[in-house]
């Protein structure tokens, strides 16, 4: 079985990277692959979850040198080759595991505008040699510039365009998150239909923004005892946001 390359692009604060590692398992493998201390017990709980994912989960850096990047990222599939093995046991193994693609089936670059040219190169060096599947997460403009590099270009199965959560979305994502803050969100109420317009208006449906809102937006309800979240209130959370940083 030979994989291809995904591409992954959106802007700043709507959610790539925590998908990305909600899906390699990687708040809970990190600290494992990281420290790779002594073994306890409780890693069985982090091999099975690698076992599941089968992933790596790496962040390019802006300074780091293409060697860095080769020797982490090689360093780190073998880790995660190893609680792989270390869960199924030998008897597990699939049959494509004995071959160079080791364990892991996906390698997930995050921040892939970061990588310099011969880091590209390096990665499809990389997924050339073991035969990794490969996802590249960065912002729009990427998959253009990666247009640049015909044999890694040519390879791409496909590309997922992340947007910034639509109306319904937010309104469910919202409604959650009144319920966290003791309040019913109720779509035909004037007063919550507005608020909802204004957050949205505000934040564009950006998690980031909107998790800073509503961290805000928690602060001035408890601040001024307050049990609705009006206008006004959501107008206040603003006001204490540099929106556009993220
Ligand atoms: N599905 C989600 N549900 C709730 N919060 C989310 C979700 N996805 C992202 N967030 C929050 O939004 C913020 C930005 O997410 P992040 O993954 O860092 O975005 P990106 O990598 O696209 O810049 C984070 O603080 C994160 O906790
Ligand atoms: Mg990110």
Redesign the pocket.
């Known amino acids: 079985m030979r994989f291809y390359i995904g591409l992954c692009f ?10 990305a590692r909600r899906c390699a398992n990687w708040d809970l493998a990190e600290p494992l692959i990281e420290d790779w201390g002594p073994r306890s017990p409780d890693d069985d709980r982090v091999h099975a979850a690698l076992v599941r994912s089968r992933a790596v989960f790496y962040t390019a850096s802006v300074l780091g040198t293409w060697r860095d990047l080769r020797d982490t990222v090689y360093e780190h599939m073998e880790k995660v080759g190893i609680c792989i093995r270390e869960h199924i046991g030998p008897a597990g193994l699939r049959r494509r595991d004995h071959g160079r693609s080791r364990l892991v089936d996906v390698l997930i670059v ?1 921040e892939s505008e970061r990588l310099s040219n011969t880091a590209v190169e390096l990665i499809r060096d990389i997924f050339d040699r073991t035969g990794v599947g490969l996802i590249l ?1 960065g912002m729009p403009g990427m998959e253009k510039r990666l247009s640049r590099y015909p044999q890694l270009y040519s390879r791409i199965g496909f590309a997922h365009h ?1 947007r910034p959560l639509q109306s319904d979305e937010l309104t469910f ?1 919202l409604t959650r998150h009144w319920r966290r803050l003791g309040l019913a969100l109720d779509e035909a109420d004037f007063t919550d239909a507005q608020a909802v317009a204004s957050i949205a208006r505000i934040t564009g449906g950006n ?2 923004l ?2 800073r809102m509503l961290v805000q937006i928690g602060r001035i309800l408890k601040i001024n005892d307050l049990s609705t979240i009006t206008d006004d209130v959501v107008e206040a959370a603003r006001s204490t946001l540099v929106i556009g940083a ?1």
């Open positions: 959106g802007p700043a604060g709507v959610g790539k990277t925590l998908s995050d997460i992340y994502v998690f980031r909107l998790e993220t």
